[in-house]
């Protein structure tokens, strides 16, 4: 074997190498991890300042879950709405929540459930606190996927 086929050897060789060292390394391939068994990315003890994309679930019926809160003066406005691609049964708990001792507690819990639709609206109004901070948190289930949406915190003023 002349010199320059045994370098052209052995550089696919350490490339072949280099290759099988991701499969060999752990004896799993990465398609092959269940998802739940995944931990989140830490940027903290790792200095990463960029925050890591945020990771959207796959649907095949929900269409765009959200919780609006509306504040006007102390009359808060609370908003579940989703969507389906198909018509069939949508449940949904609205939860209107405040925070206080560190925590969020549901204040008031509304529920609704329409059959054969492809989109469900629930809104309803409540007496709100100054000084106060509140959120809206809604579950849907979409015949027999499920999301949840939260609305961004308002502090009544």
């Given amino acids: 074997m002349s010199r320059m086929s045994r370098k052209v050897s052995s550089i696919l060789l350490a490339a072949v190498m280099t290759a099988s060292m991701f499969t060999i390394g752990t004896g799993v391939a990465a398609q092959d991890i269940p998802l739940?068994?995944?931990?989140?990315?830490?940027t903290e003890s790792s200095g990463i300042s960029e925050t890591p994309p945020e990771i959207v679930p796959f649907y095949v019926?929900?269409?765009?879950p959200i919780s609006v809160l509306n504040v006007n003066g102390t009359t808060g406005t609370a908003l579940a709405r989703i969507g389906s691609a198909k018509a069939t049964t949508i449940h949904t708990t609205m939860r209107l929540q405040v925070y206080s001792n560190s925590k969020w507690s549901t204040v008031k819990t509304w529920?609704?459930?329409?059959?054969?639709?492809?989109?469900?609206?629930?809104?309803?109004?409540y007496t709100l606190k100054k000084g106060s901070k509140y959120r809206v948190y809604s579950t849907f289930t979409v015949g027999s996927e499920s999301a949840t949406a939260y609305s961004k915190t308002v502090t009544v003023s």
């Fill in 36 to 42: 739940d068994t995944l931990m989140p990315i830490s």
């Fill in 61 to 64: 019926n929900i269409r765009t």
């Fill in 111 to 125: 529920k609704k459930t329409i059959q054969n639709a492809t989109t469900s609206t629930l809104s309803q109004k």
